[in-house]
């Protein structure tokens, strides 16, 4: 078995459709307002910036399977360009779509001897893309759960 493409086709379904989970990114996203992305609702993180801390977990994982250095943190994670209006909210989805096909593309041609290799500090490359995809999970459902309760607020 490619455990790298079956992992590909792992993170690709969570973002397209076809996941265990039942629900995608894109349909999370796909038809949310920019107003909506950006509610706050009580004292959890708008859906805009969820999806920019997903993606700027994605981006470091993928610099590091381009080669590069893993160069990050938790708090810059949050710091974002804000949404304000539907071209910042579109804008901020395509760029989403395209680290998130990037990132599928680089998994699926990675060798499976790659995953079983050390990744900076923390454990094993398989261990990481794993917890990426576990990560945007995590967020999806808070996705799912904060569109659901500002549809039902409005």
């Not at 470091?60 to 071209?87: C, I, Q, W, Y």
């Not at 990560?135 to 039902?152: A, C, E």
């Amino acid at each position: 078995m490619a455990y790298a493409s079956e992992t590909s086709k792992l993170y690709a379904d969570m973002i397209h459709g076809g996941s265990i989970a039942g629900v995608s990114y894109k349909e999370v996203l796909e038809d949310l307002t920019w107003q909506e992305a950006t509610t706050k609702v009580d004292n959890c993180n708008t859906i805009a910036t969820l999806v920019h801390h997903v993606q700027y977990y994605v981006r470091l994982v993928t610099r590091v399977l381009e080669g590069g250095p893993l160069e990050g943190n938790d708090a810059m994670s949050f710091k974002h360009s804000p949404v304000r209006s539907k071209d910042d909210w579109d804008q901020l989805r395509i760029q989403t779509w395209k680290e998130a096909e990037n990132f599928a593309s680089l998994l699926k041609d990675l060798p499976d001897a790659k995953l079983l290799e050390p990744f900076e500090k923390y454990g094993t490359t398989y261990r990481n893309v794993h917890g990426i995809i576990e990560h945007t999970h995590y967020h999806l459902g808070q996705m799912n759960l904060l569109k659901k309760l500002i549809r039902t607020e409005s």
